[in-house]
């Protein structure tokens, strides 16, 4: 066995006989040190070719190149994992129907008037779980009591996807996120349970979206998402028929419940390290000053963000950062690693990328993407995922409870599970 005690990351994969020891150790990296990692790639080795395995783009700039060509760095390593569970989706194709129409009108359909609403809606939910979830003895578990339930009551208020109950919703939610965006080594029983996942929708949404356009054509004041989408009114020749609105109701829960828990969390997490910043956080949260705090928040998850990485499949030859001493050429069939995480503290873009400054440029912050498929819902994350943070932090929970129940745990997951804290 490799001693990953090395001098250095590179020193210890160099050093690895076999390409499955050296993927293993890689994948080790990026799940405990990513960004010690990703500091050693940038400045030794910033495109790492891996023997039979991905290929890793550490830069801020090869990063952005990679996401922007998305004829050539293509999402097709999703839709094995997407179309048996949602069926044919906008996040799995580039450029078709489903990205210049699906998302279209998705984005038609969450509209940027709606942003105070939806962060007023947002805060009396998350004040509402916190009372709720609080114990008597001043602790506040924050996955299980917050940053999971407060994004799936959104997704029935505002989005209109209410499901059968919380467990299910929680369920569902899970199993797609897994295997669609995590189950790099494509584990059979994650993909099972994300089919299962997709299933079990699919028949809720079969009885519930034709309930609900009855409901709508009733009672022209109901307005959310969904009920927006089942008024539409297109001709056969769009296509966006009912087949499209399941799954683009489907995919409303898909993207929005695990990623924004964990952003959340890890970003709370990040200022409990910090007790200066959490000051600070605490200050704009009591005062209700958004600016402030959520210029804090997203300061704060670049430093653990939500995913190391986002995945791409080459289908061309390509050589990447042409014209610079790092240019590599790439074969067809080389999946990619495009890390955000790494890109966020590439010095060469963003200044002084060690030092916790809030405020900066939002283009230097890649949390909800880059390019054709940047997050649906960003305008809503940038909304939802600061608000609850700030309700729990404006609610006085700002210190790690004792041992180990105060540190953020995944509990062997890609999820973080549990992290408690106390006033």
């Known amino acids: 066995m490799v001693d990953v005690a090395a001098s250095s990351f590179l020193d210890a994969y160099d050093a690895a006989q076999q390409p499955q020891q050296k993927l293993g ?23 790492l070719v891996t023997p039979g395995g991905p290929t890793l783009l550490a830069m801020f700039a090869d990063v952005e190149e990679a996401l922007t060509r998305n004829l050539q760095f293509t999402v097709k390593p999703y839709a094995p994992k997407m179309d048996p569970a949602v069926g044919p989706f906008m996040l799995a194709r580039d450029g078709t129907v489903y990205n210049q129409r699906d998302k279209s009108i998705m984005r038609a359909l969450i509209q940027q008037a709606d942003l105070p609403s939806v962060r007023q809606t947002v805060a009396k939910i998350g004040a509402k779980l916190i009372a709720q979830g609080a114990s008597p003895d001043g602790r506040l578990e924050l996955v299980s009591q917050v940053t999971r339930p407060g994004p799936i009551a959104l997704t029935g208020q505002y989005f209109g996807f209410p499901g059968p109950d919380l467990t299910a919703m929680l369920r569902w939610s899970y199993a797609t996120q897994n295997d669609m965006f995590h189950n790099l080594t494509d584990d059979p029983k994650v993909h099972a349970a994300n089919i299962a996942a997709g299933a079990e929708m699919r028949s809720y949404l079969e009885d519930f979206l034709p309930r609900r356009a009855k409901q709508v054509k009733a009672d022209p004041k109901l307005d959310d998402v969904v009920s927006r989408m089942l008024r539409l009114q297109t001709p056969p020749q769009i296509g966006f ?22 952003a959340i969390v890890q970003a709370i997490d990040q200022l409990l390290d910090r007790p200066d910043q959490m000051v600070a956080a605490k200050r704009a949260a009591q005062a209700n000053d958004d600016a402030t705090f959520d210029a804090i928040f997203w300061e704060a998850l670049r430093f653990n963000p939500m ?34 995480a790494s890109a966020m503290h590439d010095g060469t873009v963003v200044p002084d ?46 210190k790690r409870a004792a041992g180990a129940a105060g540190r953020l745990d995944f509990k062997g997951g890609p999820f973080p599970e549990s992290l408690v804290l106390t006033k």
């Not at 150790?25 to 495109?47: C, H, N, S, V």
């Not at 009912?242 to 990623?259: A, F």
């Not at 050429?329 to 690693?337: D, E, I, M, P, Q």
Request: positive net charge.
């Open 353 to 398: 990328p060690e030092t916790f400054k809030p405020g900066r440029p939002a283009y230097h912050y890649l949390h909800l993407g880059f390019g054709e498929h940047r997050c649906l819902g960003d305008q809503v994350s940038l909304m939802q995922a600061p608000e609850l943070a700030k309700q729990i932090i404006k609610a006085g929970f700002c």
């Open 241 to 262: 028929d009912q087949g499209r609105i399941l799954s683009n109701t489907m995919g409303l829960l898909v993207g929005g419940i695990e990623t924004t828990s964990a």
């Open 307 to 340: 995913a190391p990485f986002v995945v791409r499949l080459l289908v061309e030859p390509y050589t990447i950062a042409a014209g610079t001493p790092r240019q590599t050429t790439l074969a067809a069939g080389t999946v990619v690693f495009a890390s955000v």
């Open 25 to 47: 150790l890689l994948y080790q990296w990026i799940a405990t040190k990513p960004l010690a990692l990703f500091k050693e790639l940038r400045t030794r080795r910033p495109i």
